[in-house]
C-alpha cells in the first residue's frame, strides 16, 4: 500500500494545481476569445470565489492546518465549480450573487417586465446603448427588435 497510499494522501497536491489553475487559466482565455457572455460569468465568478477560498485560507490557516479533510474539501468545492458538467461558479452567480448584489443595476421601471429582463442581463455599456436606441425609435422598435431575436433564436 505504500506507492497507492502515497498517491492517496497527496491526491489533492497532485490533482490540486490542474483542477484550480490550469484549467480554470485555459477556460478563462477561451472565454476571453469568445462571442459570449456566458462563459465570462462562469469564469469570472470562478476567481472571485477561488480569491474568497484563498483568503480564507490564509486568515484560519492555523485553524484549517488541523482538519485533515480540508484540502479535499477544497478540491472537490473547486471540481464543482470547473467541470462543465456542474458548471458550479454559475450555479453561485446566478443563485446567490445575482440575487442580493445588485452592482449597476439601474434598470428603469417603466419599461415593460420583458424589456426589463433583458435589459438587466445586459451590460451597462449595453444597457445604456439600449436605452439611447429606445429614446430614438420607441420602445415598440425595441420590441419588435426583440420579437425577431426570439424568432431567430427559436430558428436554431
Known amino acids: 500500500m505504500g506507492f497507492l497510499g502515497a498517491i492517496a494522501r497527496h491526491f489533492d497536491t497532485l490533482i490540486g494545481p490542474g483542477v484550480m489553475l490550469l484549467y480554470p487559466l485555459y477556460a478563462s482565455i477561451r472565454a476571453i ?18 480569491s474568497l477560498i484563498a483568503l480564507f485560507e490564509l486568515s484560519c ?26 458548471n458550479g461558479a454559475a450555479y453561485i452567480y ?11 443595476l439601474d434598470v428603469n421601471s417603466n419599461y415593460p417586465e420583458s424589456q426589463r429582463r433583458v435589459l438587466e442581463m445586459m451590460s451597462f455599456d449595453g444597457r445604456k446603448s439600449v436605452e439611447r436606441y429606445i429614446q430614438k425609435h420607441g420602445p415598440e422598435a425595441f420590441e419588435r427588435v426583440l420579437k425577431a431575436a426570439e424568432r431567430e433564436a427559436k430558428k436554431r
Not at 476569445?33 to 477561488?50: F, I
Not at 472537490?76 to 470547473?82: D, I
Not at 446566478?94 to 449597476?104: C, D, F, M, P, S
Open 33 to 50: 476569445e469568445s462571442p459570449s457572455t456566458l462563459d465570462d460569468q462562469q469564469w469570472l465568478t470562478y476567481w472571485v470565489l477561488y
Open 61 to 86: 490557516f492555523k485553524v484549517l492546518q488541523w482538519l485533515p479533510l480540508w484540502p479535499y474539501l477544497k478540491l472537490v468545492f473547486c471540481f464543482w465549480l470547473v467541470l462543465p458538467m456542474f
Open 94 to 104: 446566478e443563485n446567490l450573487v445575482r440575487k442580493y448584489v445588485k452592482i449597476g
